[in-house]
């Protein structure tokens, strides 16, 4: 074992360091507001290339596009280009694409990683568990027995076994 000199009482524990994650805990790309021009990432994403704004795919009211922070490699979210914040409150062409982006999805997904099982679903204000309520958003998780371990529990730590950019290629290319 090696001296942590400064780092408090040595322990057995190895480290794995995912600076990326503090961008999520540091409330990083979150709105500054409720409004579209508050800041909000899911009016800027489509504005970006598909490369740059992790774009699977996009559709006449809706786009489906790579969760920033997932919790699973493979984790979309499927969100209508109109900043509006209740199921509720959509249209009859978004709730038409919407659900048609959410079966494509879990077929990309199958198709391209071999998902056995789906989280699919939207927290609808923040008591809810949204984290940008303003603007709603479908997520579709890949599952995998086994996918699971004691990472996220004893360690708050999500392994990804794929870049973000990997991932949304091989979607992609998956996609129909």
């Known amino acids: 074992m090696h001296d942590q000199a400064g780092a408090g009482a040595p322990d057995n524990f190895q480290r794995l360091w995912t600076p990326h994650r503090m961008a999520?805990?540091?409330?990083?790309?979150?709105?500054?507001?409720?409004?579209p021009g508050d800041g909000c990432p899911f009016d800027a994403i489509p504005k970006m290339?598909?490369?740059?704004g992790l774009i699977v795919a996009r559709g006449e009211t809706?786009?489906?596009v790579l969760n920033l922070?997932?919790?699973?490699?493979?984790?979309?979210m499927v969100v209508p280009y109109r900043h509006v914040s209740d199921y509720a409150d959509l249209g009859a062409a978004e709730l038409t694409e919407l659900g048609d982006f959410t079966q494509r999805s879990?077929?990309?997904?199958?198709a391209?990683?071999?998902a056995q099982g789906f989280n699919v679903g939207m927290n609808l204000g923040?008591?809810?568990g949204a984290g940008i309520a303003a603007h709603l958003h479908q997520h579709v998780v890949p599952r995998w027995g086994g996918d699971t371990n004691f990472m996220p529990v004893v360690a708050q730590t999500k392994v990804l076994p794929q870049l973000l950019r990997d991932?949304?290629?091989m979607l992609a290319d998956a996609w129909v």
Do not use: C, F, W
Not at 26 to 35: D, H, L, Y
Not at 49 to 52: A, K, P, R, T, Y
Not at 106 to 110: C, I, K, S, T, V
């Open 167 to 169: 991932t949304r290629q």
């Open 126 to 128: 923040h008591v809810a």
């Open 112 to 114: 391209a990683s071999g």
């Open 24 to 35: 999520y805990i540091k409330g990083e790309n979150k709105p500054t507001g409720e409004g």
């Open 106 to 110: 879990l077929r990309a997904l199958r």
């Open 69 to 76: 922070y997932p919790y699973n490699s493979g984790h979309l």
């Open 62 to 64: 809706v786009y489906a």
């Open 49 to 52: 290339s598909d490369e740059e």
